[in-house]
């Protein structure tokens, strides 16, 4: 035991510097912490404002397009009432008497009916003849050759299109002129080598 006192005292004491802590004047501390605390309050009021913003934005596109699914199928029923209409040769249309006559009236009827429901919520169709082609808006089915138009020209509508605000429920199914005249079309930009590089 003597031995082991003995070493203890041979080693040297170790001194732990102290570090003063610098005071910190209070109103500065205040100060910092109120900085602090605006900047988060500004951040979270700017937040909920953009939360605001989206929700009516996500509120408002609900109310426009929730329907959609519903008049894309009603389009299905338009078109069926249509193409009753359309089978039936103009001369029995006119010649019709008794029951046939009351037929075509009601097909007549039904379809105006659900063209102006769909009207009224919204539903609208897509202009296509004689308008440049669109392929937001359209669907080319076919080109038809025709100088007398610009080419990308829709000279011929297969279907009508429907759109419901500024979305397409379906695109207008349209004949495409090809060929334009010079005049009416733009000329293809050729480089230096002659090559056509606007494809």
């Known amino acids: 035991m003597s031995d082991e006192n003995a070493a203890q005292g041979d080693m040297p004491e170790i001194e732990v510097p102290v570090t003063e ?5 209070p109103v500065e501390a205040l100060a910092a ?3 602090e605390l605006k900047d988060k309050l500004l951040r979270t009021v700017a937040e909920m404002e953009n939360l605001r913003k989206r929700t009516e934005r996500d509120v408002s596109d609900t109310r426009s397009y929730a329907i959609a699914g519903f008049a894309r199928d009603m389009l299905s029923a338009t078109d069926a009432l249509s193409r009753a209409l359309v089978v039936i040769p103009a001369e029995t249309r006119e010649t019709a008497e008794g029951t046939l006559k ?3 009236e009601g097909i007549e009827l039904a379809e105006r009916e659900t063209q102006r429901l769909l009207a009224k919520h919204g539903v609208k169709r897509i202009e296509a003849a004689g308008q440049k082609f669109d392929p937001h ?5 076919f080109e038809v050759p025709n100088p007398e138009v ?8 297969v279907q009508e299109g429907f759109a419901i605000g500024e979305r397409v429920l379906r695109p207008a199914m349209v004949g495409v002129a090809k060929g334009g005249s010079a005049s009416a079309a733009p000329a293809p930009e050729a480089g230096d ?7």
């Open 193 to 199: 080598d002659g090559v056509d590089k606007s494809a």
């Open 137 to 141: 808006k359209h669907q080319a089915m």
């Open 21 to 25: 802590t610098p005071e910190v004047d």
């Open 33 to 35: 912490e109120n900085a």
């Open 150 to 157: 610009p080419e990308g020209t829709v000279v011929q509508v």
């Open 102 to 104: 009351s037929l075509i």
